[in-house]
């Protein structure tokens, strides 16, 4: 099956009045004050192979040359604009409108190379029973390739464990079935960062994440408004956890194991608290690690 279609086809069927065809990928880029990169990526979804697909981009609130850069694309691509709420509230937007069956997500200071959409159809269409997967990438840090640690390469399957002490899907890389974030739900907007962590938790415990080994996605990292760099991470990682095993969804083994990663996380968060005076703070934590390990012991 050719996945190519003549230039222009897709805005064609989308825009032309009466014709009510559902595309089979809606992509998602939420952005934020991203101008300077944000161009970049757009075009990197529109020179993809696969072309049948709907871009929307989700502008949260942005302040700088955002609106101009995305007015120059003239209805070839969807904007949403509302006032700022982050990223996860940026992407479910965007998730609602959506009219695909298959949901892609594009960070705005990533970028895709031109066969990542068209690959994973592909594996869709030959794994039908498949719910998630997601590519290989290639990591750039101040604009210097790097690679990643042991620790951080990616495997195929189930591995739920795993992907506890540290997050191991990207949401660049990811294409889901629309009847998973049906299932799951969406991402957490009580979560202003690791939100993705916690969704993909939500996955992983019930469903194996697929691997296409091939890098097809461009992992942008080291400037300073990355939500990865920003301080207390782990903080949000205990409410994920604490909300992961209070759902009552875990088997006791998934549960046990999600329990001992939280009380190494709330030892490591207190100990931070305790250097910088919050004793408070502290206490509540080593509390938390203790309630949690009298529950799993």
Known sequence: MSFKRPAGSREIEKFMPGLDKKPCVSVIIPTFNRGWVLKEAVDSVL?????????????????????????????????????????????????????????????????WLPRKLERQVE????????????????????????????????????????????????????????????????????????????????????????LIDEPLIIKRGGHTDQLSMAPGLDRYRIKALIKLIDSGGLSYPQAQAAAGVLMEKCAIYANGCMKRGRVEEASEYMQLKDAYGTRFS
């Open 47 to 111: 020179g993809q192979t696969f072309g049948d697909f709907e871009l929307i981009v989700v502008d949260d609130g942005s302040e700088d040359d955002t609106a101009q850069i995305l007015e120059t694309y003239k209805g070839g691509i969807s904007v949403i604009r509302q006032e700022n709420a982050g990223v996860s509230a940026a992407r479910n937007y965007g998730i609602r409108k959506a009219s695909g069956r298959l949901i892609s997500f594009l960070d705005s200071d990533d970028l």
């Open 123 to 210: 594996f869709f269409e030959t794994h039908p029973r498949a719910m998630i997967c997601q590519t290989e990438e290639t990591w750039i840090r101040n604009g210097k390739r790097v690679n990643p640690k042991k620790r951080h390469q990616k495997v195929s399957g189930v591995f739920f464990e795993r992907s506890l002490s540290l997050c191991l899907v990207s949401p660049s890389a990811v294409m889901i079935r629309r009847d998973l974030l049906d299932t799951v739900g969406l991402f957490d907007e009580q979560l202003p960062a690791c939100e993705d962590y916690d969704l993909w938790l939500r996955i992983g415990y019930r469903y194996p994440v697929h």
